[in-house]
């Protein structure tokens, strides 16, 4: 895989636009092209929604309408053992010649699956660039609670190895890429950890956006009053979960008190 030295620079962008500088000096052709576009094209807000809570919303509510769910009759199923007795869903779009194209492995965040909004944005650019598609739904998420047992946590980065050594060997894709969402992006960025120079052949690369680096950091941003909202729709989701859960297996999971379950943290210890 290619790394990048912590001694240079790349110039890129701030929340508002304005020019920003970020380490990075050894760049390969590739990101050093990726960072002249961002120059050629800075990032402009809407006045309307220049802060980051407006356009976190606002993208939302506008990926929505533009129907990228509909994408998702375009995907092929396919289930994935993990491990004895546990398997997870992914969500594949091939190339015509699938073995000739690279191959984008998509992993969502904290209650996201592959009907995030994100993840469909991607995966739709990622197609309409040439790339096979496999955006993976993490144990339990997208409706998926019945093909396992136990909860999906952000130290299962062994899920994510079986799922690229099932598309290098199965499928006999040559260059596959893994891309990972905040929590999923601290899970990449600690595979590629895991496998220092060991990596499997057919790993490329991996790509973490907006990665949750320090977990219990991000915990206590969220109990933040300012993110209040998404607070409140995680532990709503997280709640939900674990009622469905009971519901399979009672004899795994207590759902007494659940509803005093408030914050991320206290979900964690219960």
């Known amino acids: 895989m290619e790394t990048v030295s912590d001694n240079s620079w790349v110039e890129g962008f ?14 390969s052709p590739r990101l050093a092209g990726i960072a002249r576009a961002f120059r050629e094209k800075p ?4 006045p309307l929604a220049r802060d980051g809570h407006a356009q976190t919303v606002v993208a939302a509510l506008r ?5 990228l ?6 995907f092929e199923p396919r289930l994935v053992e993990v491990e004895p007795g546990v398997r997870i869903l992914l969500h ?3 190339q015509p010649r699938r073995r000739e194209s690279p191959t984008v492995v998509i992993l969502h965040g904290l209650e996201g699956s ?3 909004p994100y993840v469909l944005g991607t995966a739709q650019k990622a197609f309409r660039a040439g790339f096979n598609v496999a955006a993976v739904n993490m144990r339990t998420c997208g ?3 019945h093909l396992t047992p136990t909860l999906y946590h952000s130290g299962l980065t062994g899920d994510i190895h079986r799922v690229v050594v099932e598309l290098a060997e199965r499928e006999r894709l040559p260059r596959v890429y893994v891309a990972g969402y905040s929590m999923s992006g601290n899970m990449v960025l600690r595979l590629a950890g895991e496998y220092g120079e060991a990596a499997p052949p057919a790993l490329k ?6 990665p949750s680096i320090d977990l219990s950091a991000c915990a206590g941003e969220i109990e933040r009053r300012a993110n209040w909202l998404y607070r409140a729709s995680f532990m709503r989701s997280l709640r939900r979960r674990i009622r469905r859960k009971a519901a399979m297996r009672p004899d795994l999971y207590d759902t007494r008190g659940i509803r005093a379950v408030r914050t991320v943290r206290q979900f964690e210890e219960r």
């Open 92 to 94: 594949c779009r091939w």
């Open 143 to 145: 409706g998926t609670e």
């Open 205 to 210: 690369g991996v790509a973490a956006v907006s």
């Open 69 to 74: 769910r509909a994408e998702l009759a375009r």
């Open 14 to 27: 701030g929340e508002a636009g304005e020019a920003a500088h970020v380490p990075a000096q050894a760049l």
């Open 114 to 116: 592959t009907e995030s």
């Open 43 to 46: 990032f402009r807000p809407h």
């Open 63 to 67: 990926s929505l309408r533009r129907g």
